[in-house]
């Protein structure tokens, strides 16, 4: 399966697929199950197969800054854009984590796997994209995931609730419910013990069973994508494993793609043909050919820039680059949604009962842990469970008229809007309106906020809170017609005031649930933000320095009709194009709602825990790409 340059240049295979993280997976395996078809995967980073620092579990934050691994782009700076009121240098040059090597951000992420509302999923095919709809979506979600439910009792002493019909059975993704948990999460059938998801339900998120079908408004502990036999991260290269041995399928690493090429003729149609693409390997280029089509599955901020290195793009910006316009598209790059996060930590009054990474900061600790996680013991079996969604108006006495006053501007500003826009925002006003869960809080057992760093010997319970529909657009756009220098990224975070009061309210509920019983009696004090953030313009300014993306970047090849911003069609044809497709977070065209999941524990240091988690952050979304690279590769396939 691992192949050689020698033995794949100047080939040719019927499908080419860029990128071998978690959509390129998919997408590889799925098509190789038909022998009679010949797939390539051009990886731009290493293979990383039996690199523990990616499989083991409990290892959150490992990689950032990984030279080898993480691809740690970073935001423009200055950024280009400066909107009147809002000073953004504060965000500029500011590092966003992206998985490199096979497996992608999949080998980086921090696992959780659960289901955003079905609403935003129905969101898609309502901006025209027909089939990619919720009933389809959990179909083929499902198809990726293989459940396995906890032992009876321990089901019965955390309480957790479950519906076994809501999960997979036979999938390459194991999920499963983390084997050790905090002590101060879940619900617990002795209703005595302390509980964040009871002062949740007390602050009006009630607890609810199982938020994996499409209906997550309340608290709930998540699932995570984690073998429990070994312990060891299911990713996508569980889908590689699947494949192994098909002789049809071949994977290179270390070859990054440059271009796409085209053939000198068009289609019968009229549209641009993929004739292959050409790579880089230690310093020299190659080319392969392609029968069928080229598949760019290389993430939302890559595949942008490989269109407009291969000519496909806004035709004023590919000339300043000096790249010769062949589709002229200037969707491609834009559209970029991110998910913005603060955090708040709490200092536990009686660190002894319960259990936290924090004490793995202690080299001595360290070492035991990592015997015990050869036993399947210990701190590292730790994930990050406890979650609550809920809307602006749900967590805040504020929320119903700050929503009202956005909407009114919204629609007053309307007519100035460009017709794909306003279809997205029409939508994000319907989901303000129904009170659609678009806010998240996710608990995590560590240390993991700013500006105050953590004490050693203390314990703490970090809040993360999370904006999952944001208003603001940001760009991400080749920076030069040099394939090896990075695209700019400007993701205009807070360009939209919305986004920041959101924020704001959020961190007061965050707040208001460290005080709140049962969670509250177990808290000794406010860590972070601290006591010497008070006021509302204290707050604003301590969220301006803080918060940060959660690296769940998307939209910037939209699924959209071409007159409403899109690169791709429901198909995922890049518009003007006969045979080449995305399939990666990209082609999101409306960002989704799912409980996002935080932590990180690099096996050196608490600090640099926290360090590297604010400025790089976590996220998620690999449960959303499985599904919808598993629906792509039945369109691919021809079977839907
Ligand atoms: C720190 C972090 C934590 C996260 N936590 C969670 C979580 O807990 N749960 C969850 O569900 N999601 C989480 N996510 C998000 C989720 O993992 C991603 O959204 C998802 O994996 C993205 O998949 P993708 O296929 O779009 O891109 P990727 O998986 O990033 O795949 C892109 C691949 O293309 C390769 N590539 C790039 N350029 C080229 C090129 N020129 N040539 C060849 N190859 C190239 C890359 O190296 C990479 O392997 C997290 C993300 C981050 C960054």
């Given amino acids: 399966m691992l192949a050689s340059v020698e033995n794949v240049t100047e080939r040719s295979f019927d499908y080419i697929i860029v990128g071998g993280g978690t959509a390129g997976l998919v997408v590889a395996s799925r098509l190789s199950e038909d022998p009679s078809v010949s797939v390539l995967v051009l990886e731009a980073g290493r293979a990383n197969l039996d690199d523990e620092s990616i499989t083991m579990s409990g290892t959150f934050g490992k990689n950032f800054f990984h030279p080898e691994n993480d691809w740690a782009f970073m935001t423009a700076s200055p950024p280009l854009t400066e909107f009147a009121g809002l000073e953004l240098n504060f965000y500029a040059g500011s590092p966003k984590a992206h998985g490199k090597g096979l497996g992608g951000t999949s080998g980086m992420n921090f696992y959780v796997f659960t289901q955003p509302p079905a609403e935003d999923i ?39 609730e479950y519906d076994a ?57 998540a699932t995570c994508s984690v073998d429990p036999h070994t312990n060891r991260r299911a990713y996508a290269v569980s889908y590689l494993n699947q494949a192994r041995g098909r002789r049809n399928l071949s994977v290179v690493v270390r070859a990054p793609v440059s271009r796409i090429l085209s053939a000198p003729e068009k289609s019968a149609d009229g549209k641009l043909v993929a004739s292959g693409v050409e790579f880089t390997h230690d310093g020299k280029s190659y ?49 970029v949604q991110e998910h913005i996060f603060a955090a708040a930590s709490f200092e536990l009054k009686d660190p002894e009962k319960y259990n936290t990474l924090d004490p793995i900061a202690d080299p001595e600790v360290l070492k035991e842990q990592l015997k015990l996680y050869a036993e399947h013991k210990g701190l590292f079996l ?48 319907e989901k303000l309106e129904k009170g659609i869960a678009s806010m998240e ?68 509920f965050m707040r208001k649930l460290g005080k709140t019983a049962p969670l509250g009696d177990i808290i000794a004090r406010e860590h972070n933000p601290g006591a010497e953030v008070e006021t509302d313009e204290q707050l604003v300014s301590w969220v301006k320095k803080t918060a ?39 082609i999101l065209p ?51």
């Fill in 122 to 160: 129905n969101a898609i095919e309502r901006l025209g994209n027909p089939g990619w709809n919720w009933d389809r979506y959990i179909h083929y979600s499902r198809k990726s995931e293989t459940f396995i439910p906890p032992d009876e009792s321990v089901a019965k002493t955390e309480r957790l």
């Fill in 165 to 221: 019909e809501n999960h997979g059975t036979d999938g390459p993704i194991t999920t499963c419910y983390a084997p050790m948990t905090s002590g101060w999460e879940g619900l617990y059938q002795d209703a005595s013990q302390i509980s964040l998801l009871r002062s949740l339900g007390n602050l009006g998120l009630k607890p609810v069973k199982d938020a994996t079908k499409g209906d997550g408004n309340g608290s709930w502990m």
């Fill in 287 to 335: 080319r392969v050919l392609a029968n069928r089509e080229v598949i760019l599955s290389a993430g939302a901020i890559k595949s942008p820039q490989i269109l407009e290195l291969s000519g496909i793009g806004n035709k004023d910006l590919l000339s300043k680059l000096g790249i010769p316009t062949k589709i002229d598209l200037p969707s491609v790059g834009e559209n």
């Fill in 382 to 429: 730790l994930s990050f469970l406890g979650i609550g969604t809920a809307s602006l108006d749900r967590l805040s006495p504020n929320g119903a008229a700050l929503s009202a006053a956005h909407i009114d501007k919204v629609k007053a500003q309307g007519a100035l809007r460009s017709p794909g826009l306003q279809a997205q925002y029409e939508l994000q006003i």
């Fill in 441 to 508: 809080l996710v608990s995590m057992p560590t240390f993991l906020s700013r500006p105050n760093p953590p004490e050693a010997g203390k314990k703490y319970i970090t809040i993360v809170s999370i904006m999952n529909h944001p208003w603001s657009r940001g760009t991400i756009h080749a920076a030069s017609a040099d394939p090896q220098s990075p695209p700019t990224v400007d993701p205009h975070y807070f360009e939209d005031e919305f986004d920041l009061q959101n924020m704001v309210e959020l961190v007061k």
């Fill in 548 to 586: 940060n993306s959660i690296a769940h970047t998307s939209g910037t090849c939209s699924m959209l009709p071409q007159d409403k911003g899109g690169v791709v069609d429901p198909r995922l044809k890049v518009y003007g194009t006969a045979n080449v497709r995305v399939v990666d977070l990209s």
């Fill in 590 to 640: 409306l960002h989704i709602g799912a409980p996002t999941q935080s932590a990180c524990v690099p096996l050196s240091s608490a600090i640099k825990i926290s360090e590297a988690m604010l400025t790089c952050n976590c996220g998620e979304r690999a449960a959303y790409v499985y599904g919808m690279a598993e629906q792509a590769a039945d369109i691919i396939k021809g079977v839907i």
